[in-house]
């Protein structure tokens, strides 16, 4: 089979899922993020989407730009002034400094098909205006897309408690991988 044949299977695959274009409904769709310290302590919580477009019509040119609205960042494991301070911590400049940078984008680049409607994928992620290369799995359904993506803060700037930047933390470490799980709810 010649390469231009399996690149034919796949757009044609990809078009039968109804993923050639997609443009998402942004209230159901969602990102729930995971932050670890080194005790195996977690914290978790979500973001919302600002903007969601992905297309594959030319799998040799895929294109796809997901906007993160970094004001929405949310802690869901704490409740009252736990939760506020958390909350206000991460959108502070020991973290992601909301204020001055309150967008996170991610641009498509690369797209591989693996086997039952799962792709990899390699983009470039923004955060704090530093942009990234990352890989990062996606499975389609027919109804929405769901995957997920672990980048290093370090990378991003994002100092607090990090190994990265500082020793004898101890406890305090703060581990640099943020995993996200998104989830995109086709329109």
């Known amino acids: 089979m010649t390469t231009k044949s399996i690149l034919s299977l796949v757009l044609i695959t990809a078009s ?4 050639s274009q997609s443009k998402f ?33 030319d799998v040799q040119n895929p294109s796809g730009i997901f906007e993160v609205n970094m004001s929405s960042l949310s802690n869901e ?12 911590h991460l959108k502070s400049e020991d973290f ?8 996170a984008t991610l641009v498509l680049k690369e ?26 799995n996606l499975v389609v359904y027919k109804d929405k897309i769901e995957g997920e993506l672990t980048f290093d803060r370090s990378e991003y700037n994002v100092k607090y408690a990090s190994g990265s930047f500082f020793e004898n933390l101890g406890d305090n470490l703060i581990l640099d991988e943020v995993t996200l799980k998104i989830k995109l709810q086709k329109l």
């Open 16 to 19: 039968t899922l109804g993923f």
């Open 25 to 57: 409904d942004l209230e159901k769709s969602a990102i729930k993020w995971t932050g670890k310290k080194i005790t195996n302590n977690s914290h978790t919580g979500s973001l919302k989407f600002k903007s969601a477009y992905l297309s594959l019509e």
């Open 77 to 88: 494991d704490q409740t009252g002034e736990w939760k506020q301070k958390l909350e206000g």
């Open 96 to 103: 992601f400094s909301v204020e001055k940078y309150p967008d």
């Open 111 to 136: 797209i591989k098909s693996k086997k039952d409607n799962s792709y990899s994928l390699r983009g470039e992620l923004t955060i704090k205006d530093i942009t990234h290369s990352v890989d990062f």
